[in-house]
């Protein structure tokens, strides 16, 4: 992301505006920049909703101070100076939007307000989207909720949209030094959090699925479809981390511990043993949404959404989310 590619004329439009008090237009002009600050605050944040107030939140700071702007910076990154400072204040204020230890040793930690981002929200910007895969997956969304809020600001502006450690440091008003050494330190976090990953953030990523992925999916959706455990449980590689969320308690790291729990529960069974099943995306992943028919009810409704991450054409990694409260995932609520 650079500032080269903004239009020219934003900025002096956007001071135009401003001096003549036009909220129409200062609102049109900020608009084009929606789809990729809710971006920038659902990284900040891993949470959807919180991503959508933070954003409005940051088109009203915008409005609010819209005298400050002289266009010495591009109007883009003065947003995202809004933006990130708009969320570190909300995360200053909430003490429940951190990660919390997994109720059993070894498993970690879980990220309980973690919601799936729908892709039709991502930036339509083919730029803007090259490197959204591997930075807006599940698995790098959580391992950045380690961070410390300023680290994670850090980070985010300096490994993700690749800014200089002056940009950053001006925007967080921070030394350089400071900057500097957080990213240090979150470098290390981010290690530890994705072992194995590749950690080349600004690098193009392909966001396409792979015939290996939908392969997989389609096997998982038929495996449902067809009460399979014996398929579904071929599909799990042995060191799977499964968990459902938002309930707490429900991470695990082995697939035997996933198929046992989900035993129990009952999967298969009398009242979980009808399902119908659509493919989809989520944070640029694979994903099945579910839907349950139970004994007394004509229709299948919806009932959860799995998201999946496949390596070597097996699930490596399966997050759940209830799917019954989310209706910005434009899911059909009966099949």
């Known amino acids: 992301m650079t500032d080269a590619r903004l239009p020219g004329d934003d900025g002096a439009a956007f001071i135009a505006a401003a001096r003549s008090n036009d909220a129409a237009q200062l ?15 659902y990284r900040m944040l891993a ?21 400050s702007f002289r266009g010495h910076a591009a109007l883009r990154t003065w947003l995202y100076r809004i933006a990130t400072n708009a969320c570190l204040d909300f995360l200053d204020k909430r003490n429940d939007r951190i990660p919390v230890p997994a109720e059993l040793p070894g498993t970690g930690s879980e990220v309980h307000y973690l919601q799936p981002y729908p892709d039709r929200m991502l930036p339509e910007d083919p730029q803007e989207s090259a490197v959204a895969r591997e930075t807006i997956e599940l698995a790098f969304i ?19 949209l690749g800014w200089p450690a002056s940009k950053a440091a001006d925007a967080l008003e921070l030394t350089v030094a400071s900057v500097t050494s957080a990213l240090q330190r979150a470098r290390v976090t981010m290690r530890e959090q994705l072992p194995g990953r590749r ?11 792979s015939h290996d992925e939908r392969g997989v999916v389609k096997s998982y959706m038929d495996a449902h479809e067809r009460n399979d455990l014996d398929g579904l449980t071929a599909l799990l590689r042995d060191d799977l981390r499964f968990a459902m969320l938002p309930d ?3 991470l695990v790291v082995t697939a035997k511990d996933a198929v046992d729990g989900w035993v129990s529960g009952g999967l ?12 989809t995306t989520v944070n ?4 099945a949404v579910l839907y349950r028919r139970t004994p007394d009810d004509p229709e299948h409704r919806l ?23 989310k209706p910005w995932l434009s899911l059909p609520a009966t099949l």
């Not at 991503?51 to 409005?56: G, K, M």
């Not at 950690?199 to 699925?209: F, G, I, K, N, V």
């Open 199 to 209: 950690l080349d953030w600004r690098s193009p990523a392909t966001h396409e699925l």
């Open 27 to 41: 609102a049109l002009i900020t608009e084009r920049y929606r789809h990729e600050l809710q971006v920038h605050c």
């Open 47 to 67: 949470n959807y909703e919180d991503a959508q107030d933070l954003t409005q939140e940051t088109f009203l700071r915008a409005w609010n101070k819209r005298e």
């Open 303 to 325: 009932f959860n959404i799995a998201v999946l991450h496949i390596v070597d054409g097996q699930i490596s990694e399966l997050t759940g989310f209830d799917a019954t409260d």
């Open 142 to 160: 959580v391992a950045v909720q380690h961070l410390p809020p300023r680290q994670r600001a850090v980070f985010i502006l300096r490994d993700v």
């Open 284 to 287: 640029l992943m694979p994903a």
């Open 248 to 250: 707490p308690g429900t």
């Open 268 to 279: 298969f069974q009398r009242g979980y043993d009808d399902w119908r099943c659509i493919p």
